[in-house]
């Protein structure tokens, strides 16, 4: 079992940027493919980034755009999401879960990750 701690979020005016950090704990980070998603109030949860258990190959909800980038350290059994060019649609507190690696399990589906942090909020204002 794993234990996530997500940090790093806050306040940030458009345009600006953050770096949320999650933090496992429990089994060695690198046994798990990790990804951040995000939910705004009244919104159902949205995928926003994967990254695999080895850090080789990442996936974006909207990759075209190129305004987020996950990374993750297994030295540090922590994972990044870098925020640039803020919008104030990216309001929402935004999760770090893991998932089991196994086959046939999309690293953009909620419902396939097996462990979830408490989540941090984000607000960018306009």
């Known amino acids: 079992q794993v234990q996530l701690v997500e940090s790093g979020g806050g306040l940030v005016q458009a345009g600006g940027s953050l770096r949320l950090s999650c933090a496992t704990s429990g089994r060695a980070a690198s046994t798990y493919h990790m990804g951040w998603f995000r939910q705004a109030p009244g919104k159902e949860r949205q995928f926003v980034a994967a990254v695999t258990r080895d850090g080789k190959s990442t996936n974006y909800a909207d990759p075209r755009e190129g305004r987020f980038t996950i990374s993750r350290d297994n030295a540090k059994n922590t994972v990044y999401l870098q925020m640039n060019s803020l919008k104030p649609e990216d309001t929402a507190v935004y999760y770090c879960?893991?998932?089991?690696?196994?086959?046939?399990?999309?690293?953009?589906?909620?419902?396939?990750?097996?462990?979830w942090g408490q989540g941090t909020q984000v607000t960018v204002s306009s």
């Open positions: 879960a893991a998932q089991i690696p196994q086959f046939g399990a999309s690293r953009s589906r909620d419902t396939d990750y097996n462990y």
